[in-house]
């Protein structure tokens, strides 16, 4: 496996993968659902890239870039087993050199749900994801459906700047007792941990639902609030029923539904979603 920092360094490399080329950027601090992105690109495709660079331009100043987990030799021995053949960790100077300025909005989608809260979050995932697929040039791209909204944002990118990338979006890998794998997960205490339950577990109670024949957006959203209101470490910030494409919030009945969710466990924020009807 080769690792490269300079993109005059993955170049060279990236001319020497037989295609189709499969790539899965992620932050770093990797964990089973970055994993599951690469086994489904080791699975479709001859060569894999994966890239780490914790993005500054997606987190807000008060967010927490500075504390966010790293272990870059831990990443690098789990992708090393997992059988990639290029590693890409650019420093933020070649990302960002002197005097940059230029962004990638995707202006509808990037307002609604998390955009609320995190206002400039989706530019720099957008940018900072354009600029990874123009200097990998991939055939394929892979990303969680844990972050839904950004699977949505980076889909339109794709169509509306037409990047020749298939984006495959690959399902929530839950920990045995259901939270969502995130590399966040590990500023949480012992009861927090615990705590953080409440998430998966109302989404999943807002399934049963739906199965048992529930249509309603506003009992859907209250099933999933009063789990995480019963759980006094946990502070909800919003639950969500909106239209899996246009992720336009829906009322009343509701078909094909992405449940989507943020809250506090304790200083941590943690999402998680689920799609009902597809
Ligand atoms: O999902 C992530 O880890 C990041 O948002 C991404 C797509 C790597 C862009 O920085």
New binding site residues.
């Given amino acids: 496996m080769k690792i490269m920092t300079t993109t005059s360094e993955l170049r060279k490399e990236l001319s020497k993968l037989e295609r189709p080329v499969g790539f899965v950027?992620?932050?770093g601090y990797l964990h089973e659902g970055h994993l599951s992105l690469v086994d489904k690109a080791r699975e479709d495709c001859v060569a894999v890239v994966v890239s780490i660079?914790a993005?500054p331009s997606?987190f807000a100043p008060d967010e927490d870039l500075e504390n966010y987990p790293r272990d870059i030799d831990r990443d690098v021995e789990l992708l090393e087993n997992a059988g990639v053949d290029l590693v890409w960790i650019p420093t933020v100077e070649v990302m960002y050199p002197e005097g940059y300025q230029t962004w990638i909005d995707v202006d509808q989608l990037s307002k609604l749900l998390e955009g609320t809260f995190r206002p400039t979050h989706f530019r720099g995932?957008a940018t900072?994801?354009s600029k990874l697929f123009n200097a990998v040039g991939p055939d394929k791209a892979y990303?969680?459906q844990k972050?839904a909204q950004?699977a949505a944002v980076i889909q339109r990118m794709v169509r509306d700047l037409n990047f020749p990338i298939e984006i495959i979006i690959c399902p929530i890998v839950r920990e045995p007792d259901g939270v969502a794998m995130s590399s966040r997960n590990t500023y949480l205490d012992q009861e927090e941990r615990l705590a953080a339950r409440c998430l998966s577990r109302g989404l999943f109670l807002a399934r049963d639902a739906y199965l048992n024949g529930e249509r309603r957006a506003e009992i859907i959203k209250k099933i999933v609030s009063d789990e995480v209101e019963f759980e006094e470490l946990a502070q909800l910030q919003y639950v969500s029923c909106a239209d899996p494409n246009t992720l336009e919030e829906l009322e009343n009945q509701i078909q094909d539904c992405l449940v989507s969710m943020a809250v506090f466990v304790g200083r941590t924020r943690l999402i998680d979603n689920i799609i009902l009807g597809k």
């Fill in positions: 950027p992620t932050m660079f993005n997606q995932v900072v994801v990303f969680g972050d950004q």
